[in-house]
């Protein structure tokens, strides 16, 4: 009586668990593995359910339908078994419909037999019944057919296939993972033992099948395994799915830093198997100084580059070591991750020698531009300088008319040369913003006066509308926006034969302290094809060759109008009709000052009271420039002398006083720079400062910057006017004109 208590008892449990675990799976059933342990329980519980109540009923015919009814979870157990280890060591991969039906045919087959249930059943030759061993209840003992040992071979194999698949990850992570190892192997063997346990009648209860209960045991730990102790952190799925398939190298180390796994990434590189690694010090196929880590963070900062030869040939790799710490913070090992920046070295190195190459192609660039500049620049000086002494000669009317020519093609030469260097700067970052007053009423009248003198020629209507409402003196760069204005009048007037050129500034916007103003400046010529207005403001663009032909250019302008817009603040577009004229129209935000003040590019020194003729030395080493320079000079009455280096310069000055230096840049033997700093070094600790003015072919803001830092006190570019020479000259000499 006691044993079929016990009996009951245990049945019972072993049901009310397995349903029960069933539930908790498919619940979780997200997690890799949960569903189908969760089908294997549901057949288990079933197999477990219809065992007891076959046990339990006294009715022939009733007893012998839930004996067949347990077999649907017999027959399906092991097929769900292997499932599940496939779906938990991600090997599901091999799974597909057709799989899922060639595994279920043997039980298929094995339920039909047993259905049937014919004489000479190939399954079930004969039944009767006997009791449970130790009770008082009577079970179903079976005369097996040879289909049955069919079954049994086929259940028994997919098990242990299951059981293999699982074994042979988990015993590989038994050393980092222990504890949780040992509870997911106890899970897999107890099945067995319950179907061992069957097969060779020993133990209690000996004639009942008591695999559901072992199942149920199972379930307990694999749940407990799965869900406790984060079983699929240690299953090394991501070794089979990422690791294994990955470029990187991983190699894992224990506390001593010896390899006790590696991926096949690593296996390929450094040639050897890995069961020739295993046990060996990393050291032995890496020199890297190693150390224990124990933090959870990368410790290994800075330079923590390897090189691996190969064939040869060196490969690199960036080298990372993080520890392993098991569920206790303690650290038992670490893994090295090597990721192969070769590649990226060998671009990186390109890169930098095209940085080189680039940087040092942009240097000769710019000193090619301003050896171009000054090469030009410095015959242009003597072309500009003497057709402007030619002027006060007394040429007759056909030789003045010449005279127009030959400053008409200088002009225009300077302007191109401006240009290219204008777009040299923008382009290389290096061109800077002005913020001084000015009288914007005053610059568009020069501006003007410039085109309408000149144009006189062609029937053009100018018409010029400052809105009342722009304040008198506006602080910006005046010399950007006369260029912007110059710029867009000379394509005007440079496009229209006949009609009207029209400037238009309006007041869009004033806060008081800033105004935002709109410009259009707009033209009754050519016009521009739409399909040409979008690559209106590139470089070196022009709308076709005839155009380049008939109107010349550099096709640089409208690209200097628009980056310089853009250095300001400013945005520009253009409207225009083919035959019918364009307008551009740009926008532009500038300060507004409340009283003029002068603006001066230089501080201006305190100037030396001079009641006689002045005494200037010229500093120049081209004869042309030196012959121009001492006309100008007399031009005034004033006295000079010529000293063609920085050398003599300093000789001059022991044996003569001067009332202001005119200093040529580049010079032979010692240049001005040179000379400028030279002077002020022997000033220092006296009263004299002797004014110095650069008079260079060099015209970049550097040159402007350089010619200050070195001492002098102005800065004039070649080609050089006469009236912007005498006005320099006395703004920093007070001399009596009436000598």
Same mark, same amino acid.
């Given at each position: 009586?006691?044993?079929?208590?016990?009996?009951?008892?245990?049945?019972?449990?072993?049901?009310?668990?397995?349903?029960?675990?069933?539930?908790?799976?498919?619940?979780?059933?997200?997690?890799?593995?949960?569903?189908?342990?969760?089908?294997?329980?549901?057949?288990?519980?079933?197999?477990?359910?219809?065992?007891?109540?076959?046990?339990?009923?006294?009715?022939?015919?009733?007893?012998?339908?839930?004996?067949?009814?347990?077999?649907?979870?017999?027959?399906?157990?092991?097929?769900?078994?292997?499932?599940?280890?496939?779906?938990?060591?991600?090997?599901?991969?091999?799974?597909?419909?057709?799989?899922?039906?060639?595994?279920?045919?043997?039980?298929?087959?094995?339920?039909?037999?047993?259905?049937?249930?014919?004489?000479?059943?190939?399954?079930?030759?004969?039944?009767?019944?006997?009791?449970?061993?130790?009770?008082?209840?009577?079970?179903?003992?079976?005369?097996?057919?040879?289909?049955?040992?069919?079954?049994?071979?086929?259940?028994?194999?997919?098990?242990?296939?299951?059981?293999?698949?699982?074994?042979?990850?988990?015993?590989?992570?038994?050393?980092?993972?222990?504890?949780?190892?040992?509870?997911?192997?106890?899970?897999?063997?107890?099945?067995?033992?319950?179907?061992?346990?069957?097969?060779?009648?020993?133990?209690?209860?000996?004639?009942?099948?008591?695999?559901?209960?072992?199942?149920?045991?199972?379930?307990?730990?694999?749940?407990?395994?799965?869900?406790?102790?984060?079983?699929?952190?240690?299953?090394?799925?991501?070794?089979?799915?990422?690791?294994?398939?990955?470029?990187?190298?991983?190699?894992?180390?224990?506390?001593?830093?010896?390899?006790?796994?590696?991926?096949?990434?690593?296996?390929?590189?450094?040639?050897?198997?890995?069961?020739?690694?295993?046990?060996?010090?990393?050291?032995?196929?890496?020199?890297?100084?190693?150390?224990?880590?124990?933090?959870?963070?990368?410790?290994?900062?800075?330079?923590?580059?390897?090189?691996?030869?190969?064939?040869?040939?060196?490969?690199?790799?960036?080298?990372?070591?993080?520890?392993?710490?098991?569920?206790? #913070?303690?650290?038992? !090992?670490?893994?090295? *991750? $090597?990721?192969?920046?070769?590649?990226?070295?060998?671009? %990186? /190195? @390109? &890169? +930098?020698?095209?940085?080189?190459?680039?940087?040092?192609?942009?240097?000769?660039?710019?000193?090619?531009?301003?050896?171009?500049?000054?090469?030009?620049?410095?015959?242009? #000086?003597?072309?500009? !300088?003497?057709?402007? *002494? $030619?002027?006060?000669?007394?040429?007759?009317?056909?030789? %003045? /008319? @010449? &005279? +127009?020519?030959?400053?008409?093609?200088?002009?225009?030469?300077?302007?191109?040369?401006?240009?290219?260097?204008?777009?040299?700067?923008?382009?290389?970052?290096?061109?800077?913003?002005?913020?001084?007053?000015?009288?914007?009423?005053?610059?568009?009248?020069?501006?003007?006066?410039?085109?309408?003198?000149?144009?006189?020629?062609?029937?053009?209507?100018?018409?010029?509308?400052?809105?009342?409402?722009?304040?008198?003196?506006?602080?910006?760069?005046?010399?950007?926006?006369?260029?912007?204005?110059?710029?867009?009048?000379?394509?005007?007037?440079?496009?229209?034969?006949?009609?009207?050129?029209?400037?238009?500034?309006?007041?869009?916007?004033?806060?008081?302290?800033?105004?935002?103003?709109?410009?259009?400046?707009?033209?009754?010529?050519?016009?521009?094809?739409?399909?040409?207005?979008?690559?209106?403001?590139?470089?070196?663009?022009?709308?076709?060759?005839?155009?380049?032909?008939?109107?010349?250019?550099?096709?640089?302008?409208?690209?200097?109008?628009?980056?310089?817009?853009?250095?300001?603040?400013?945005?520009?577009?253009?409207?225009?009709?083919?035959?019918?004229?364009?307008?551009?129209?740009?926008?532009?935000?500038?300060?507004?000052?409340?009283?003029?003040?002068?603006?001066?590019?230089?501080?201006?020194?305190?100037?030396?009271?001079?009641?006689?003729?002045?005494?200037?030395?010229?500093?120049?080493?081209?004869?042309?420039?030196?012959?121009?320079?001492?006309?100008?000079?007399?031009?005034?009455?004033?006295?000079?002398?010529?000293?063609?280096?920085?050398?003599?310069?300093?000789?001059?000055?022991?044996?003569?006083?001067?009332?202001?230096?005119?200093?040529?840049?580049?010079?032979?033997?010692?240049?001005?720079?040179?000379?400028?700093?030279?002077?002020?070094?022997?000033?220092?600790?006296?009263?004299?400062?002797?004014?110095?003015?650069?008079?260079?072919?060099?015209?970049?803001?550097?040159?402007?910057?350089?010619?200050?830092?070195?001492?002098?006190?102005?800065?004039?570019?070649?080609?050089?006017?006469?009236?912007?020479?005498?006005?320099?000259?006395?703004?920093?000499?007070?001399?009596?004109?009436?000598?």
């Amino acid at each position: 009586m006691f044993g079929t208590i016990l009996f009951i008892i245990f049945s019972c449990i072993s049901i009310i668990v397995s349903s029960m675990l069933t539930v908790l799976f498919w619940k979780r059933r997200s997690t890799i593995g949960a569903f189908s342990m969760c089908i294997l329980l549901f057949f288990a519980t079933e197999w477990s359910m219809f065992s007891l109540l076959s046990v339990l009923i006294e009715t022939a015919w009733l007893k012998i339908a839930f004996d067949n009814l347990t077999f649907i979870g017999v027959v399906f157990v092991p097929v769900t078994w292997f499932i599940f280890s496939l779906y938990y060591m991600r090997q599901d991969r091999f799974l597909t419909k057709k799989h899922y039906l060639l595994l279920s045919i043997i039980p298929i087959i094995t339920l039909i037999m047993l259905f049937i249930d014919s004489p000479n059943n190939l399954f079930i030759e004969g039944r009767k019944i006997g009791h449970l061993s130790n009770t008082t209840l009577h079970i179903i003992e079976y005369d097996f057919g040879i289909w049955f040992w069919v079954h049994t071979v086929y259940s028994y194999t997919l098990m242990f296939l299951g059981m293999l698949v699982l074994l042979q990850r988990l015993i590989k992570n038994f050393k980092v993972y222990r504890n949780q190892t040992i509870i997911m192997i106890s899970a897999i063997l107890i099945p067995f033992v319950g179907a061992w346990k069957y097969m060779l009648g020993i133990g209690p209860y000996s004639n009942l099948d008591s695999t559901t209960f072992f199942f149920t045991i199972g379930g307990v730990l694999l749940f407990i395994g799965m869900f406790r102790y984060k079983l699929l952190d240690l299953v090394p799925i991501a070794l089979e799915a990422v690791v294994e398939t990955m470029s990187d190298l991983v190699i894992v180390l224990d506390t001593q830093n010896r390899i006790i796994d590696i991926n096949n990434a690593a296996k390929g590189i450094f040639r050897k198997e890995q069961s020739n690694l295993i046990g060996q010090p990393i050291t032995s196929i890496l020199n890297y100084n190693y150390t224990l880590i124990t933090d959870s963070i990368d410790l290994l900062q800075g330079n923590n580059e390897v090189v691996i030869h190969l064939d040869g040939k060196e490969r690199y790799y960036n080298l990372r070591q993080y520890p392993l710490l098991n569920k206790t #913070n303690i650290v038992i !090992g670490s893994f090295v *991750l $090597l990721n192969d920046i070769t590649s990226l070295k060998e671009t %990186m /190195e @390109n &890169l +930098k020698l095209a940085k080189l190459a680039a940087e040092s192609a942009s240097r000769a660039k710019s000193e090619f531009l301003a050896t171009m500049s000054h090469e030009i620049r410095t015959p242009l #000086n003597g072309i500009v !300088g003497m057709s402007e *002494l $030619l002027e006060t000669a007394g040429l007759n009317a056909s030789e %003045m /008319e @010449n &005279l +127009k020519v030959l400053q008409y093609s200088a002009n225009s030469l300077l302007y191109i040369i401006n240009e290219i260097l204008d777009f040299s700067k923008i382009e290389a970052g290096k061109m800077q913003i002005d913020n001084s007053s000015f009288d914007l009423r005053e610059m568009i009248s020069k501006v003007v006066k410039s085109f309408t003198q000149g144009n006189q020629t062609k029937d053009i209507h100018f018409n010029c509308d400052i809105s009342e409402e722009i304040p008198n003196t506006l602080k910006g760069d005046y010399t950007k926006l006369h260029q912007i204005l110059t710029n867009l009048l000379s394509n005007a007037f440079k496009f229209t034969e006949k009609g009207e050129i029209r400037v238009k500034i309006d007041c869009l916007r004033n806060s008081g302290r800033k105004v935002l103003l709109g410009f259009t400046v707009s033209d009754t010529g050519i016009g521009i094809p739409q399909d040409k207005i979008t690559n209106l403001f590139q470089s070196f663009h022009q709308l076709d060759s005839t155009t380049t032909r008939r109107y010349g250019g550099t096709g640089l302008g409208l690209s200097i109008v628009k980056s310089l817009l853009e250095l300001m603040g400013g945005t520009i577009k253009v409207e225009s009709c083919l035959g019918k004229g364009s307008s551009f129209i740009f926008e532009l935000p500038l300060d507004v000052e409340e009283e003029a003040a002068a603006s001066r590019d230089f501080a201006e020194a305190p100037p030396n009271k001079v009641d006689r003729p002045l005494n200037v030395l010229i500093a120049e080493d081209s004869k042309v420039n030196q012959v121009l320079m001492s006309q100008l000079m007399l031009r005034r009455n004033w006295k000079s002398d010529i000293a063609e280096n920085g050398l003599e310069v300093l000789e001059k000055l022991k044996t003569k006083d001067y009332d202001l230096i005119l200093m040529d840049i580049q010079m032979p033997e010692m240049d001005g720079y040179e000379a400028a700093w030279a002077i002020r070094e022997a000033e220092k600790g006296t009263e004299k400062h002797i004014p110095i003015i650069a008079l260079t072919a060099n015209a970049t803001q550097e040159d402007r910057d350089k010619s200050l830092n070195c001492g002098m006190d102005d800065f004039l570019s070649k080609p050089i006017k006469s009236d912007n020479l005498y006005k320099c000259i006395l703004k920093y000499v007070c001399y009596n004109t009436s000598i």
